[in-house]
């Protein structure tokens, strides 16, 4: 399994409501990111964890959540969000490797109404 | 901090050859990633250098310069399926971040 599976793969919500985002990989990758990317930009890093710790957060406001339960799932809870936290969100992870690259999911779409 | 700068669209001609540019200036050198991403997809990698010099990949090629901070992705016999976005992108913080380029949207037409 050489992939990064997200869901759901579009997700409308209002600003009051709390969702969730999933992502699951089975590459023994330890390390699993958040990404968020607006239209005609290039990716965001937002969140990384590192043999499922939180290392790296890149001052995201409290209102999205991350979570790892274990090595091969990565949470993205969603919580009173504004309209322009629209966009895609992208899941990776990569091997502790150099060349290996990060393996991207195809996102979430998501529209805050 | 970092700063990875590439222009912003190209066009080319189905079975045409185009370059695109990305320097980079960071604190640190971990190698430089290239990706492709169609819209609304995941990126999907393409190469990795590490080394200066050119490695070629099928049609795909990737240059790298680290004295000038400086690579490119050539792209040869264009495609139309290659009309997509490349990002070149530098990995941060030993490997735990990737930090993208502004990316560059290359349409290719008939």
């Known amino acids: 399994d050489t992939e990064v599976t997200q869901t759901p793969k579009h997700l409308v919500m209002g600003m009051t409501n709390k969702k969730s985002l999933k992502c699951e990989q089975h590459m023994g990758h330890r390390a699993m990111y958040w990404y968020k990317q607006k239209a005609k930009k290039p990716p965001e890093l937002m969140f990384v964890y590192s043999y499922e710790k939180l290392s790296i957060n890149e001052s995201v406001p409290s209102r999205f959540s991350p979570e790892c339960p274990n090595s091969s799932l990565l949470n993205l809870h969603l919580h009173a969000l504004q309209p322009e936290d629209s966009a895609l969100y992208l899941c990776?992870?990569?091997?502790?490797?150099?060349?290996?690259?990060?393996?991207f999911g195809s996102g979430t779409r998501l529209t805050v109404v | 901090g970092q700063n990875i700068d590439q222009p912003t669209e190209m066009t080319a001609t189905e079975g045409a050859i185009v370059q695109i540019n990305c320097t980079y200036q960071t604190s640190g050198f971990n190698g430089l990633f290239w990706y492709q991403q169609h819209a609304g997809e995941a990126p999907t990698f393409l190469s990795y250098n590490v080394l200066d010099g050119l490695e070629e990949k099928g049609r795909f090629s990737s240059f790298l310069s680290r004295s000038k901070g400086y690579s490119y992705l050539l792209l040869k016999e264009l495609q139309m399926k290659d009309s997509a976005s490349y990002l070149c992108a530098v990995p941060w913080t030993g490997f735990q971040k990737l930090v993208f380029g502004t990316g560059t949207r290359l349409l290719v037409s008939p």
């Open positions: 990776a992870s990569s091997s502790s490797g150099a060349g290996d690259g990060y393996t």
